[in-house]
């Protein structure tokens, strides 16, 4: 209903999309406001799109019932004491998810979680990590592979509200960003001037341009 309705944006579900596919296999994703889960289930349950991956929201979980049937799919143990906030809920998730990789989206306060140190950059969601891992190559592999990019170079759709949609573009930049770094570290040329003309292009006139314009400069003296 949802998608044939027509209010979703274009952009909005790409996004969605593009935080889904950043996921590894059988991911448990925390979203934290509707822009960022129900676009992701509309992709899910209308067009098939990384159906392995369990979208929990961080409101709807202190919901008990809700939180019951998640964590019986899950089979996560009820939570017995009084919930007092959500951190408890994640900690919960976490200490029971098994081999289960855990995310969270890009958009969203992670600090809520309380654990925003173990929180990495891998495309449109931040994967979490108790020890240091080798998260560049998740990265690089969301970017090169997954994530779509198109939409970007390109504005082929006029948007309702093209505020929220430049607001949610520059979330691509951070880990373009890194993206960038790697390809100088690595000395790739040519996939540093594609990636630096996207980076430049999304955030041209933003707010973030001037710091945006710093960051890579500052990975540009690594080069010489």
């Not at 448990?28 to 960022?36: A, E, H, Q, V």
């Not at 573009?169 to 570290?185: A, D, Q, S």
Request: with cysteine; hydrophobic share 40%; glycine share 4%.
């Amino acid at each position: 209903i949802w998608k044939a309705s027509g209010d979703i944006s274009p952009t909005l579900l790409t996004w969605n999309y593009n935080m889904l596919v950043s996921t590894e296999k059988n991911a448990i994703l925390i979203t934290f406001g509707d822009n960022d889960t129900y676009p992701a289930w509309v992709l899910q349950y209308a067009e098939n799109v990384r159906t392995d991956v369990t979208v929990i929201n961080s409101s709807l979980i202190l919901l008990e019932d809700y939180r019951n049937a998640l964590f019986e799919e899950l089979n996560i143990p009820k939570i017995e004491e009084e919930i007092t906030n959500g951190r408890m809920v994640i900690e919960h998730i976490l200490k029971h998810k098994g081999e289960r990789p855990l995310y969270t989206a890009i958009a969203g306060c992670q600090n809520a979680l309380g654990s925003s140190d173990n929180l990495f950059n891998v495309g449109l969601a931040m994967l979490y990590c108790e020890e240091e891992a080798n998260t560049t190559s998740y990265l690089v592999k969301n970017f090169e592979n997954h994530i779509l990019l198109d939409h970007l170079k390109c504005m082929v759709y006029i948007e309702e509200f093209p505020s929220a949609v430049e607001r949610y573009n520059l979330l691509y930049v951070p880990g373009m960003i890194m993206l960038y770094k790697h390809y100088i570290l690595t000395e790739d040329i040519s996939k540093q001037e594609k990636i630096k003309d996207l980076i430049l292009k999304v955030s041209k006139g933003s707010q973030q341009e001037d710091a945006v314009l710093n960051q890579l400069a500052h990975y540009e003296k690594l080069a010489h």
